[in-house]
């Protein structure tokens, strides 16, 4: 894990196609990505990207976490069924999307049709390509939905009872103690979706080609057409310091951030 | 007192009519969900049933009307699958390997053996869980490449065998559970530290260590992006870059390609339905960690 951390930094100075042996240029490789509009389109991709799937995919699975948290008999029917999904292979997810999303032929359009509303073509238009592949990353919500389930478990029960009788209705009762006691759950939900956010790459390259109009090429995408498809192996490298460093920076940053809303006075 | 009592009365059919209101709303939603959920699958199937011309039939029918068994038939000589199966199955079966010989062992010497700067190294350990492999593959390519080993089997499954942080951080926790007198009767009764972990400790943390196999072989068999980097040549193809071949320059078999996606999800279905409790304890583990 270390060597080649700074293998891929040593690289990143270099100029090198994969074959012979790296040739240092020094910052050369980094200069070059400031000015290069790809490199920016991808990361605004990607940010934009995150920015959806985030949010949502966390506000699914409260919901799912909350229904499956009344008491239920067959509840464990429906926490297989949610969870299913989540570890399925990704690839075989997106090869299914491509058909359920199609224009003409497709599920979705089918049933967008039926409620009386016009079809959407869901990879072809730069404005739905990236919303597509949030909705595909919520076949994963199940496995966020049960971690969340586990923290709604951990409440004590008085809490509400005490509420309820102070006269809190539903909603107070969630945005005073469900959503603060749940906010260590939730900060792990967050880091988790924006590592994964940040390396999403096997959607776009399976169901999309990075298009239409570069609208899905993501991050690693772009980090990975440049290593393998242009052989430029340096440049790559110094994608891939980039992306460590806005990894590590995103998550530091959002672990301060956490200490003002994360509650931990009962975990 | 009887007048409480009486109240008391009164009020329980209320709140249990609002409980039973709830347990409505919250099957209502499950249900909806889990439909939604199931969708893409039972997408797939039907799809893979269907025949070229019923592909083609608009408005798309939900049910396949002569449903097309032959086509499984077909998917899987339209492709080597059998290759493909066959490698992804050695492919899986040595990270399962690879993953139950190496992480107990580390997992073991984290947490059941003193050595200054220990706690240091395993929350360093830890750490490598952020940095993500795309920020590494470029690098570990080259190294692969260098060793000759582009283009075999060797770079997905030799760093199996070298431990991954999460699942020795999930036998850790286990091993910790483990009270120290255990281990401590044993070393006074002249078994020595490799005793004690073999005979001892593993055979205590079984659960953790088939949570472990279990992930291994979903990462394993699910993995893309590893195969698709260095395995080059057709024969090396495992079925995640082979589903792939359905698609050609203008055309993609729909049914066909629906057909081995079946296929390929079959098994992890299985293990799914067979060892469901592992999967929710593997994900408890990852909950502790927020």
């Known amino acids: 894990?270390?060597?080649?951390?700074?293998?891929?930094?040593?690289?990143?100075?270099?100029?090198?196609?994969?074959?012979?042996?790296?040739?240092?240029?020094?910052?050369?490789?980094?200069?070059?990505?400031?000015?290069?509009?790809?490199?920016?389109?991808?990361?605004?991709?990607?940010?934009?990207?995150?920015?959806?799937?985030?949010?949502?995919?966390?506000?699914?699975?409260?919901?799912?976490?909350?229904?499956?948290?009344?008491?239920?008999?067959?509840?464990?029917?429906?926490?297989?069924?949610?969870?299913?999904?989540?570890?399925?292979?990704?690839?075989?997810?997106?090869?299914?999307?491509?058909?359920?999303?199609?224009?003409?032929?497709?599920?979705?359009?089918?049933?967008?049709?039926?409620?009386?509303?016009?079809?959407?073509?869901?990879?072809?238009?730069?404005?739905?390509?990236?919303?597509?592949?949030?909705?595909?990353?919520?076949?994963?919500?199940?496995?966020?939905?049960?971690?969340?389930?586990?923290?709604?478990?951990?409440?004590?029960?008085?809490?509400?009872?005490?509420?309820?009788?102070?006269?809190?209705?539903?909603?107070?009762?969630?945005?005073?103690?469900?959503?603060?006691?749940?906010?260590?759950?939730?900060?792990?939900?967050?880091?988790?979706?924006?590592?994964?956010?940040?390396?999403?790459?096997?959607?776009?390259?399976?169901?999309?080609?990075?298009?239409?109009?570069?609208?899905?090429?993501?991050?690693?995408?772009?980090?990975?057409?440049?290593?393998?498809?242009?052989?430029?192996?340096?440049?790559?490298?110094a994608m891939a310091w980039?992306?460590?460093?806005?990894?590590?920076?995103?998550?530091?940053?959002?672990?301060?951030?956490?200490?003002?809303?994360?509650?931990?006075?009962?975990? | 007192m009887s007048s409480q009592t009486a109240d008391a009365k009164a009020i329980r059919p209320q709140r249990s009519a609002r409980q039973i209101r709830k347990n409505i709303i919250a099957r209502l939603t499950l249900i909806l969900l889990c439909a939604l959920f199931l969708t893409p699958l039972y997408w797939m199937v039907v799809t893979a049933l269907k025949s070229d011309q019923e592909l083609s039939q608009f408005p798309p029918t939900l049910i396949p009307h002569d449903p097309q068994w032959s086509n499984f038939a077909e998917a899987v000589t339209f492709i080597p699958f059998g290759t493909y199966l066959w490698n992804s199955s050695v492919i899986t079966f040595f990270s399962i390997l690879g993953a139950v010989i190496s992480n107990p062992i580390i997992a073991y010497g984290f947490s059941r053996i003193q050595w200054p700067g220990r706690d240091k190294v395993f929350y360093f350990v830890i750490a490598t869980i952020f940095i993500p492999f795309p920020v590494l593959m470029v690098a570990l390519f080259d190294i692969f490449a260098r060793i000759g080993w582009v283009n075999t089997f060797l770079p997905l499954i030799v760093p199996m065998f070298f431990g991954n942080p999460f699942w020795i951080f999930l036998i850790r926790q286990f091993m910790m559970q483990i009270p120290n007198e255990i281990s401590d009767a044993a070393r006074v009764d002249g078994a020595n530290e490799l005793q004690v972990f073999y005979r001892i400790i593993l055979p205590l943390c079984k659960p953790a260590i088939a949570v472990v196999a279990i992930f291994a072989a979903v990462h394993a068999w699910n993995d893309f992006l590893g195969p698709l980097i260095y395995l080059q040549s057709e024969s090396k193809y495992t079925l995640a870059i082979g589903l792939q071949f359905f698609r050609s320059l203008h055309d993609v078999e729909f049914s066909l390609l629906m057909a081995a996606s079946t296929l390929v999800v079959l098994p992890i279905i299985a293990i799914f339905l067979v060892f469901q409790q592992f999967f929710v304890e593997g994900l408890s583990v990852g909950s502790v960690k927020g």
């Open chain 1, 1 to 237: 894990m270390v060597y080649p951390i700074f293998f891929s930094l040593y690289l990143s100075f270099s100029q090198y196609s994969g074959f012979g042996s790296p040739v240092w240029i020094g910052l050369d490789n980094y200069t070059q990505l400031l000015g290069d509009d790809v490199f920016w389109k991808s990361l605004y991709n990607t940010v934009y990207y995150m920015v959806l799937a985030v949010p949502f995919g966390i506000m699914v699975s409260m919901i799912m976490a909350i229904a499956m948290n009344q008491k239920l008999r067959e509840v464990f029917i429906y926490r297989a069924i949610l969870y299913l999904p989540s570890v399925l292979p990704l690839f075989a997810l997106s090869f299914i999307f491509i058909w359920l999303m199609n224009p003409r032929y497709g599920l979705f359009n089918l049933a967008l049709v039926n409620l009386g509303l016009p079809s959407i073509n869901w990879l072809g238009d730069p404005k739905w390509a990236k919303f597509s592949i949030v909705l595909l990353a919520q076949m994963g919500a199940g496995a966020t939905a049960l971690i969340f389930l586990a923290g709604l478990r951990a409440i004590p029960q008085d809490l509400y009872d005490a509420a309820r009788i102070d006269g809190a209705g539903a909603v107070r009762r969630f945005f005073s103690i469900t959503l603060p006691l749940m906010t260590p759950v939730i900060l792990y939900a967050v880091i988790l979706g924006i590592t994964l956010g940040l390396q999403v790459f096997i959607q776009s390259y399976i169901m999309t080609e990075g298009g239409p109009n570069q609208s899905t090429l993501f991050y690693v995408y772009y980090l990975y057409q440049n290593g393998f498809s242009y052989s430029q192996m340096g440049y790559a490298s």
């Open chain 1, 242 to 267: 980039i992306l460590f460093v806005v990894t590590l920076i995103l998550s530091i940053g959002i672990f301060r951030w956490s200490r003002s809303w994360v509650h931990y006075e009962l975990s």
